[in-house]
């Protein structure tokens, strides 16, 4: 079954720190470029983070210094490490796939399999 699985999100405080991953199954991870976004309560979606097949990265500018993208090939997973966690980050993150020839910041029309979200939420 082809599909992408988040998970890592949770509840922690003010300047904590969370590591989401995204597993993909039925098909390798390192033949697309990969997006993390985050869509809060009443907003848009809003892109966060992405990677190409030859480790090209992008960060939003609300998450540059912070957030940090990275891939495991031998895990077929790809990874959010996010520090310095603020309560605007709260929000449902997703990862999706785009082609490998597919470059970053990802054009929507580019977005192809999207995980079910993990919940992030930053509070005191």
């Known amino acids: 079954q082809v599909q992408l699985v988040e998970s890592g999100g949770g509840l922690v405080q003010p300047g904590g720190s969370l590591r989401l991953s995204c597993a993909a199954s039925?098909?390798?991870?390192?033949?697309?470029?990969i997006g993390w976004f985050r869509q809060a309560p009443g907003k848009e979606r809003e892109g966060v983070s992405c990677?190409?097949?030859?480790?090209?990265?992008y960060y939003a500018d609300s998450v540059t210094g912070r957030f940090t993208i990275s891939r495991d090939n031998a895990d077929n997973t790809v990874y959010l490490q996010m520090n310095s966690l603020k309560p605007e980050d709260t929000a449902v993150y997703y990862c999706?796939?785009?082609?490998?020839?597919?470059?970053?910041?990802?054009?929507?029309?580019?977005?192809?399999?999207w995980g079910q979200g993990t919940l992030v939420t930053v509070s005191s």
């Open positions: 990677i190409t097949s030859s480790d090209s990265t």
């Open positions: 999706a796939t785009a082609p490998v020839w597919a470059h970053c910041p990802i054009n929507d029309g580019d977005l192809e399999l």
């Open positions: 039925g098909f390798t991870l390192d033949d697309y470029t």
